[in-house]
Every structure is written in C-alpha cells, then in structure tokens.
C-alpha cells in the first residue's frame, strides 16, 4: 500500500565508497523528487524529473546522478562519498509539475 | 528565487490550547502553500495546503490563513492533542516546479 517507498531506510558506509538509494512511487504519478533533510532539518530539493526527464538540477555536486529508468523510479547514485553527505535523503512525487507532493519514508545516510 | 521563514522555530503548548505558526514568502509568483507535518524518523506528510485564490482554508481542528498582500500564511491548530506533536513545515511554490521549505517549527503539546 506504500504510496512512495524508499530502500534502504538507513545506510552506514566509508568515506569515498559509492553508493545507491531506491525509490518507487505506485502513485501514477509524473513527477519525482530528492530532497536532503541536514541535521537542522532544513530540507532541500536535490532534483526533480517529469516523464523520466530532468527539469530540476540544483546547487548539487556532480558527485551525485539521479536515474530515472521509468515514471515510477527515481534512484539516486553517490559517488565518492564525504563526510558531508550524512544527511536524510527523502523522495518525493507528484501527479503533475507544481502539484501537491508526497513524501517517502527517507533514508538516513551516515558517512564514517 | 524564493525564501520562505517560519516562525517560531520552537513552540510548546498545553493540551487544548491553540498553536499557530507563521511563514512569509518573498516571491509575489508563489500561489501554492502546503504545510507538512514530520513525525520522528518519518518523511513529511501533507496536512493542509492552500492556493492564492483563497483566503483561508479549513479542516477540523486546523486552518490556513493566506494574505497575499503582506505574503504571509499561518498555521492554526486548536484543541492540540499529544499526537500533533512534530516537526511542522510550511512551503511555497511558484508554480515552477520548486517548493520552498521553511525551515520548521517544532511543537511539543504538554498533556
């Protein structure tokens, strides 16, 4: 019943691996997001795709590639990994571009 | 672009008082404003929103107010219960596709 749905809920890794975060949306809907949620909670969107296609491309290190295979999935890929990556990383979806948007459940990332 | 404040950052209440927290925005575009609710170790959830065709908006124990003139919008809860505690955002949106986030307003009701 999950309306968007991120794996995995927590991930602990080295500085400087790489590493993936899933999400899927059973919405219908065309829009997706990320957002990261720092330690203040100050939230802030990453990314955003419509239609499988990137129209939102923030202040963002290319270190960080979204992949969007399908309207449903939208995944995010690290590189490199630092420090100040650890973070909460939070998907998004929405019917249309400016709709009302839902959130995912979050994964906390922790940098070591 | 925009930038959305919030205020307070912190607010505690008594079991069945009110609450309101208030937002400002700067972008005279934004005709979009949804407040979220963020329970621990959870994502934000959408609770009310709001268009700039309205002037307040209600649903049970809380409402939206919207002055478009000053670009401000306020939160209000009333007869708080426990659970309404969290982590509360406001946002706006211009349209194009961004939602601005506040950032937060933590409320805790004291039973």
């Known amino acids: 019943d999950t309306a968007v749905s991120q794996t995995p809920k927590y991930l602990v890794t080295q500085m400087g691996n790489d590493k993936s975060i899933k999400c899927e949306q059973n919405?219908?809907?065309?829009?997706m997001y990320w957002y990261k949620q720092d330690s203040k909670k100050f939230l802030k969107i990453m990314f955003s795709?419509?239609?499988?296609?990137?129209?939102i491309n923030e202040t963002v290190p290319n270190r960080f590639s979204p992949k969007s295979p399908d309207k449903a999935h939208l995944n995010l890929h690290i590189n490199s990994l630092e420090l100040g990556d650890s973070a909460v990383y939070f998907c998004a979806s929405s019917q249309v571009v400016g709709g009302t948007q839902y959130f995912g459940p979050g994964t906390r990332l922790t940098v070591l | 672009g925009e930038n959305v404040e919030q205020h307070p950052s912190t607010l505690s209440v008594q079991e069945g008082d009110s609450a309101v927290i208030k937002c400002t925005y700067s972008?005279?575009?934004?005709?979009?404003f949804p407040w979220y609710k963020q329970e621990l170790g959870k994502g934000p959830q959408l609770i009310i929103d709001i268009r700039s065709n309205v002037g307040e908006k209600k649903d049970q124990r809380i409402a939206v107010t919207l002055n478009k003139t000053a670009k401000h919008f306020s939160l209000h809860i009333t007869e708080t219960q426990p659970e309404d505690s969290a982590v509360y955002f406001c946002a706006a949106n211009t349209g194009a596709n961004n939602l601005f986030f506040g950032t937060g307003t933590r409320l805790t009701v004291i039973p």
């Open positions: 795709y419509n239609n499988k296609e990137l129209i």
């Open positions: 919405l219908g809907h065309d829009t």
């Open positions: 972008d005279s575009a934004s005709n979009y």
